[in-house]
């Protein structure tokens, strides 16, 4: 597959359910090719960590669209190539839930890549694989906990894990939207012998 959804989610409180912002980069035959990252009104309310992560404050997302409004136009570009995320189970975890929450269906399972696992493979050397470490040790720019520039850091840090050999198709799972879960991986059956 040759093209590539980064994105990337900030939440606005520890239920998980809904986002304050998101950012998406579209990667395509090993170039970004369109960016996009947008405030979202979370219509819950903000915790104080979450404040002081993100800097994504009521005020801030005042008058920006709510989840409901945005996804007709994202759920085209996440449907449009296979989505990564850095840690990536939380950003699907995070997706999934705001579906649920706005009783938004989309689909029961989607195909997905993390590139903190594939990072681990690609520069087993580091100390940890955390995407401010990565993005440090690799050159890449990051304004961390800011949903563009961690979408557009996830694309440029997928595009170097390839560069260094790594194949995103062996690293695909599967998250069950309505259980909020990855899937466990299939396991070859044994091959059968031929009795002599």
């Known amino acids: ?18 986002i304050s912002a998101i950012g998406i980069t579209v990667v395509e035959n090993g170039a970004v090719i369109q960016q996009y990252g947008t405030l979202v009104d979370p219509e819950v309310n903000f915790e104080a960590f979450h404040m002081q992560l993100t800097g994504i404050t009521p005020d801030k997302v005042a008058g920006a669209p709510n989840f409901w409004q945005l996804w007709p136009q994202i759920a085209l570009v996440l449907e449009s190539g296979l989505l ?8 699907m975890g995070v997706l999934a839930r705001c579906l649920w929450a706005y009783g938004i269906s ?10 903190c696992q594939l990072a681990r493979r690609c520069f087993p050397q580091l100390e940890n694989h955390k995407l401010d470490t990565l993005c440090e040790s690799l050159g890449i720019f ?9 979408s557009a850091a996830c694309a440029q840090l997928l595009l170097a894990c390839q560069r260094s050999g790594a194949k995103v198709e062996d690293a695909i799972k599967l998250y069950d939207m309505r259980r909020f879960a990855t899937l466990p991986a299939r396991r070859a059956a044994p091959k059968k012998t031929a009795r002599l």
């Open 1 to 18: 597959m040759a093209r590539y959804i980064a994105f990337d989610v900030e939440t606005p409180n520890r239920a998980n359910d809904r």
């Open 106 to 115: 989309w689909k029961d399972q989607v195909a997905y890549a993390c590139t």
């Open 142 to 150: 990051l304004d961390h906990h800011r949903a563009e520039s961690d």
């Open 84 to 91: 990564v995320a850095h840690n990536a189970p939380f950003d």
